[in-house]
């Protein structure tokens, strides 16, 4: 069964850094994008920057722009969110996802809270 395994988030301080890490677990079919979305306490989950794996292109939501970079391992299928500068409106639980081929859904991990205290 495929599946997508989160790691790295935790508790900063205001100005600090954090990478998240999303590995695909199990053998999926062709990978087609990664991306993070997040979602703060009483709010709607928002999309935070996702990743071609065909292309290569890097897209980010205006917050992201700047301080968060996304990259990836084709070979260890992982897709990782380097976030630098943190602020408190930073916290959220962030998730992974990924569009696979041949599915008509995309996979979401299970989700990591990212913590950023002022």
């Known amino acids: 069964q495929v599946q997508l395994v989160e790691s790295g988030g935790g508790l900063v301080q205001e100005g600090g850094s954090l990478r998240l890490s999303c590995a695909v677990a199990?053998?999926?079919?062709?990978?087609?994008?990664m991306g993070w979305s997040r979602q703060a306490p009483g709010k709607e989950r928002e999309f935070v920057a996702g990743i071609s794996w065909i292309t290569d292109v890097t897209t980010y939501a205006d917050s992201a722009k700047g301080r968060l970079t996304i990259s990836r391992d084709s070979a260890e299928n992982t897709v990782y969110l380097q976030m630098n500068n943190l602020k408190p409106e930073d916290t959220a639980v962030y998730y992974c996802?990924?569009?696979?081929?041949?599915?008509?859904?995309?996979?979401w991990g299970q989700g990591t809270q990212v913590t950023v205290s002022s």
């Open positions: 199990g053998r999926p079919s062709r990978i087609l994008s």
């Open positions: 996802n990924a569009a696979v081929m041949g599915r008509t859904t995309d996979l």
